[in-house]
């Protein structure tokens, strides 16, 4: 049964989830991300040319960056339409500055699908940056190894991914439209080639093993089971995670040059008798961040172009 209609628009949509959610869409698509700019730009008004997400244990990445004179540091709670970061090792920390003359936008606090959050508030940032000027994005995550011989602590560079949401409804109204052959049905690569080039001569100049892989990603919360581990593996994943992929898309949908390192923190389910656990996914990560650093140290003023 319909209800009276709703007091915030005047339109009768109560009583009508479909109805509803396009209404938020709509008003996502019309204003929370130019409210989010605003916001931030109330802070400052440098402009990223870069944009990094940083995964699970990663955020001290962030730290590495210089706020002088024109940057600034915000809790993502602070803005306004900001999913909240609930997970440990994810502090919910925007940061605008500069890193090797470069100017970036960092993120210590990314939002997964299994807090909750749709996958347009899961991408929510991505459109922040790209809003902001941000025209490259680089992705951090922590994963599980699924293939043998990578090793906790080690990085992995991701050349491809599968996506295991079940979904690639990931766009607001009208954003198809606008991406034309950026878009999911375009012939672009998700991933950069120049950007994996770029990544994988730094690696070189800093003599880091940086293998290749497949990166799968799922909504989580739960650690794959060993059973879908070894489907991941019949599929080609070399690696597996509860993120990114979405981010991802959108991303590469927006125009953006995407790529994506992910962090080996421990081998899936069914690999090893160790049970896991989301502290040793955090511990481990924490240690590799001084690798990361090292290798964005070296990659920074080419992966901006």
């Known amino acids: 049964m319909r209800g009276a209609p709703d007091p915030r628009h005047g339109l009768d949509t109560v009583g009508d989830p479909v109805a509803e959610r396009e209404q938020w869409l709509a008003a996502h698509a019309a204003h929370h991300v130019p409210e989010t700019v605003r916001a931030i730009r109330e802070r400052t008004a440098l402009v990223p040319r ?3 997400v940083l995964g699970s244990g990663l955020g001290g990445v962030a730290d590495a960056l210089s706020t002088a004179p024109d940057g600034a540091v915000m809790a993502t709670a602070d803005l306004p339409h900001w999913p909240r970061s609930t997970v440990t090792g994810h502090a919910g920390r925007l940061v605008l500055g500069t890193w090797r003359g470069v100017r970036l936008a960092v993120l210590a ?3 997964h699908f299994y807090e909750g959050y749709g996958l347009d508030q899961v991408t929510f940032p991505v459109r922040v940056f790209h809003a902001l000027g941000a025209r490259v994005l680089v992705l ?4 599980g190894a699924i293939r043998r011989g990578l090793s906790p602590g080690s990085l992995v560079l991701v050349k491809d991914q599968l996506n295991f949401h079940g979904t690639r409804g990931l ?3 009208g954003e198809l439209a606008e991406a034309g052959e950026r878009g999911p049905f375009g012939p672009r690569p998700v991933y950069a080639p120049r950007l994996q080039d770029v ?3 730094s690696a070189r100049a800093v003599a880091m093993p940086l293998p290749e892989g497949i990166l799968q990603g799922g909504p989580g919360p739960s650690y794959e089971t060993a059973a879908e581990v070894r489907a991941a593996d019949a599929w080609g994943a070399d690696c597996a995670c509860m993120s990114t992929v979405t981010e ?7 125009g953006l040059e995407v790529a994506a390192l992910s962090c080996v923190t421990n081998a899936a389910t069914g690999l090893t008798d160790q049970p896991l656990t989301h502290d040793e996914v955090t511990e481990v990560a924490d240690r590799a961040a001084s690798s990361l650093t090292r290798l964005f140290e070296r990659a920074l003023p080419e992966l901006a172009g």
Do not use: E, M
């Not at 951090?140 to 994963?143: K, Q, Y």
């Not at 991802?248 to 927006?254: E, F, I, K, M, S």
């Open 50 to 52: 870069l944009a990094i």
């Open 109 to 111: 606090g990314r939002i």
């Open 140 to 143: 951090t995550n922590a994963v």
């Open 171 to 173: 766009f607001l109204p």
């Open 199 to 201: 990544l994988r001569r």
């Open 248 to 254: 991802a898309l959108v991303g590469a949908g927006l």
